[in-house]
């Protein structure tokens, strides 16, 4: 089994590519040191949910934090906004934005989401959406997001419709057809109702898929939606092609604590310059009220940024590695995706999406003689595996399925941290299940 | 100062120059007080060659509890879902607990950890927008706030409730000021302009100490006469309360009431809570909920706040070991309170008797602060001048302390425009004033002016 190394380079023997010569190329043992503060008897297969940072990055951030602490006042006047711009200049690079007025820093995706939604809600409620409009977000969107969207949405009158996925997914054909038939469906609807704004995930949670993006804002403008809003809370370091131009969304949305290495939290929100921003704010409103997102969102009141400081270091991390980011999401996919086919293999289930369709993360079919049967025994499992196993990984429920079919995934991740004995531990740990003739229904009890 | 057993460092003198005789220390818990020395070395992080005079800002955070930061930093990194999934709701209930307990909240459900009074105020005032838009409140009806509500929350005010229909009054307030009787006076006045022509009055905002210039509020009796004026709700923003201030929920009665923990109860940025008084009809705390929606919408905002998306939550959870760091001194945070507030008006009375000025309030309305007059020759006009000031106070002179315009009034002759607001907190030392003192006179000598330095 070809296994790569961090540098592209084959473990098993094959020749590997010569290392270029101009950059000090980061090693195993390096990166492994650099995430020593993972806790080593645990395999963290769950990369997706709450990311990682090395150990440099931490560092960093603490000497923000100290310079803070040291003087806070002179801080705030003559550091802190620089420090920002400088982050938020290098991110507007990484996603290809035209201008670093587009770029927001905030907090993660979910406060982003809230700033979108929000926007959407002073729309219903002044009159410039009508009541009855709608919003349109995919089924498999993230649990928090549905929430916001009943928060803000709902409540302000607007009509939210949902476009059904199906899951396990062979072909985004699939998910672009669904699409187009609900825009298509509520056009038909005949009343002067609009479709105001999509929401449209980048990768979905659970169960995780990569969604074509691009394809799904091209129909939007088709068809006449005003918005297009795409969350992509996994998408930086995750997923090829994250350009702004590219995409053409008007509001994406992407955490960098997940896969680009920053510490917790920090996220970004790109706004295309020719929407009207005016309406859009922070909803902690402060001093800089009025002076547009990015500016309004680099200053929320007494509060420790330092997170948000640290894009120039990660950015130093990452270019270690290489390829950089791209070599990283290249490599971690190649990884995960050759894991996941190892675990499938081993456990004789099935992956829930084809190559093409994951990232850095793909959904394993468990083995149905486990027995789960609602999001309870998905979630004594994962609990289970933690505890009795040292494996943390998310599963999946899949609703629907018929007796002695797969009806739970394991959601793996890849990262540069992981091993690959990790993923042979996780699939000892569910062959020991199965021979154990456990089931969750035993676990619940 | 000069109560602290174990004084190793030199008591405040009296105006007079003289030590005053240092109390008699408790001897039976005396071995458990932190000295002088210990919380120099608390707050060895500071700039050391920075006179810090302005706690009030940013607050301080002594360097133990930064270290029991840390260690939730690292436990979470170490594995986060499990950190995730067992961990963190139980620590932010004990530091909920802590509070609730602190502020004299009957219910634990009152007391929401949110990250500064700014998202307090956010909230309170995102409800009273959806209370306008939903038809709940009127076009038009009123929300009162103070003349000198901090700048963020009247942007807030602005974003929220006069984008969302309400109409916004604001109660002129005098400075310097005198007494009490003055802000009672004028927020009777601006109640009876808000009740005008049938409207109600919905909701008051009144801060307990406000920011610029800095003054102690009657909130106890202002809430009185917000009962009486049938005001519906009352929200108080103590941004500076918890460690400078008394608070108690019961006693001061309001519906909604924030404070940070970072600016004077020692916790690192940054921290507050928001207090939400239960209905006693509904049992409900008033439908609010948090901006940032999460998976926790709908549980009430105590819960949701507790998770808002994946992001650092250590500083809420060091509150523990912030009431142990203030258990330290003696007589605890009450302890601390009144000789911070001694301390610093003995130190504005040193000032304004080397400057021939005046304090902008009396005692009982500062806290840990006070408003010191500035001499006149420095000409202070404008917002702007003041900044420089403060900009050229810290470059120069190592001084960090931030400066007041107050615009003159028709008729008034000479008067004082720059106000320092000075603090004191306990890593302060007497040398900290004789610094800004001998600065400020040195700046006369110079003959300075704003003037010259905006150029």
């Not at chain 1, 994951?358 to 595996?385: F, K, Q, W, Y």
């Not at chain 2, 995730?84 to 004990?94: C, G, M, Q, R, S």
């Not at chain 2, 105020?121 to 038809?135: D, K, N, P, S, Y």
Request: charged residues 20%.
């Amino acid at each position: 089994m070809a296994f790569h190394d961090q540098n592209n380079n084959h473990t098993n023997g094959e020749v590997s590519k010569k290392p270029k010569l101009s950059f000090s190329a980061i090693t195993d043992t390096e990166i492994q040191s650099k995430f020593s503060h993972h806790d080593p008897t645990v395999v963290r297969l769950n990369n997706g949910a709450f990311g990682c940072c090395p150990s440099s990055v931490l560092a960093a951030q603490r000497q923000w934090q100290l310079k803070s602490l040291r003087q806070p006042d002179h801080f705030y006047f003559n550091h802190l906004q620089k420090g920002i711009l400088h982050s938020r200049t290098i991110i507007k690079d990484l996603v290809n934005a035209q201008h670093v007025n587009e770029i927001s820093i905030v907090d993660n995706a979910s406060t982003a989401t809230a700033i979108v939604l929000q926007q959407a809600s002073w729309a219903f409620q002044e009159g410039k959406f009508n009541k009855g409009d709608s919003v349109v977000m995919l089924h498999y969107a993230y649990g928090s997001v549905k929430k916001a969207i009943e928060a803000y949405v709902t409540r302000a009158g607007g009509r939210v419709i949902e476009v059904p996925l199906t899951f396990p997914v062979t072909s985004e054909d699939d998910i672009i057809r669904e699409f187009r038939h609900v825009l298509e469906k509520t056009k038909s609807e005949g009343s002067s109702n609009k479709v105001r704004l999509a929401v449209i995930d980048h990768v979905t949670s659970m169960p995780s898929m990569v969604i074509p993006v691009k394809e799904l804002v091209k129909i939007c403008r088709e068809e006449g939606v005003d918005q297009v809003f795409v969350d992509a809370a996994h998408a930086v370091g995750c997923t090829p092609r994250v350009d702004m131009q590219e995409i053409g969304a008007d509001f994406y949305t992407s955490n960098l604590h997940k896969w680009f290495f920053c510490p917790p939290s920090v996220a970004f929100i790109y706004t295309r310059k020719s929407v009207n921003s005016v309406d859009l704010h922070h909803p902690v409103v402060s001093h800089e009220y009025g002076n547009g997102l990015a500016i309004e969102s680099s200053w929320i009141g007494n509060r420790d940024y330092s997170a948000q400081l640290v894009v120039p270091t990660v950015m130093e991390f990452v270019n270690r590695f290489e390829g950089g980011i791209e070599g990283i999401k290249e490599r971690n996919h190649d990884c995960v995706v050759e894991m996941g086919e190892m675990l499938v293999e081993a456990w004789g289930t099935h992956l829930g999406t084809p190559h093409h369709m994951s990232a850095s993360m793909v959904m394993v079919g468990l083995p149905p003689s486990l027995g789960i049967m609602n999001e309870c025994d998905a979630m004594n499992l994962r609990t289970h595996l933690r505890e009795f196993f040292g494996v943390e990984v998310p599963i999946y429920f899949r609703d629907g399925g018929e007796v002695g079919c797969v009806s739970g995934y394991a959601r793996i991740s890849y990262q540069v941290y992981n091993k690959i004995d990790d993923y042979y531990k996780f699939r000892d740990a569910i062959n020991q299940l199965v021979s154990d003739g456990l089931t969750c229904a035993f676990l619940s009890s | 100062m000069a109560s602290e057993k174990n004084n190793h460092h030199r008591s405040i003198p009296d105006i007079n120059g003289t030590h005053p005789t240092p109390k008699k220390p408790k001897l039976s818990s005396s071995s458990n007080f932190i000295t002088a020395s210990e919380i120099q070395s608390e707050f060895s992080h500071h700039d050391s060659a920075v006179s810090r005079i302005n706690n009030g800002s940013f607050g301080s955070c002594p360097s133990s509890i930064l270290s029991a930061q840390q260690q939730w930093q690292l436990k979470y990194l170490r594995q986060p879902d499990h950190f995730y999934f067992n961990h963190l709701k139980p620590a932010i209930n004990n530091s909920r607990s802590i509070i609730q307990n602190l502020v004299n909240a009957k219910d634990i459900n009152e007391i929401s950890i949110v990250d500064n009074a700014t998202t307090a105020a956010a909230i309170v005032l995102q409800h009273t927008a959806w209370c306008f838009r939903e038809g709940k409140f009127n076009k038009g009806d009123v929300v009162v706030m103070l003349h000198y509500a901090y700048g963020a929350v009247k942007k807030s005010m602005e974003a929220y409730v006069t984008r969302a229909g309400g109409k916004v009054i604001e109660v002129p307030l005098p400075f310097p000021v005198s007494s009490n009787d003055e802000i009672v006076t004028e927020f009777r006045k601006a109640l009876e302009k808000g009740k005008v022509d049938g409207k109600k009055i919905r909701l008051a905002v009144i801060d307990h100490v406000t920011s610029m210039p800095c003054v102690v509020i009657p909130v106890k009796e202002l809430i009185q006469i917000c009962r009486e004026e049938g005001v519906e709700q009352v929200f108080v923003d103590a941004a500076h309360s918890i460690g400078c201030t008394d608070v108690d929920m019961q006693d001061i009665g309001a519906d909604f009431y924030t404070t940070n923990l970072h600016k004077w109860f020692f916790c690192p940025p940054s921290i507050a809570f928001l207090y939400t008084k239960k209905n006693p009809k509904t049992g409900g705390g008033g439908d609010l909920h948090h901006p940032v929606v999460s998976h926790e919408y709908g549980n009430g905002l105590a819960v949701e706040s507790a998770w808002i998306g994946t992001r650092d939550y250590s500083a809420q959870l060091v509150v523990p070991e912030a009431l142990e760091f203030v258990n330290r001194l003696e007589g605890g945070i009450e302890g601390i309170k009144k000789r911070n507030h001694e301390a610093v008006i003995e130190m504005g009375e040193m000032l304004v008797k080397a400057w021939g000025t005046h304090l902008g309030s009396p005692k009982h309305m500062c806290a840990s602060m006070v408003m010191v007059g500035l001499p006149t020759c420095f000409g202070v006009r404008s917002d702007s001048d003041a900044l420089t000031l403060r900009t050229h106070l810290r470059d120069v002179f190592g001084v960090e302390v931030p400066i007041y315009y107050r615009p003159p009034r028709d008729g008034e002759v000479d008067p004082v425009t720059g106000y320092a607001r000075i603090f004191y907190q306990v890593y302060n030392k007497v040398e900290d004033y004789y610094k800004f003192r001998d600065a400020v006179n040195q700046l006369v000598d110079n003959g300075f002016a704003c003037t010259l330095l905006s150029k």
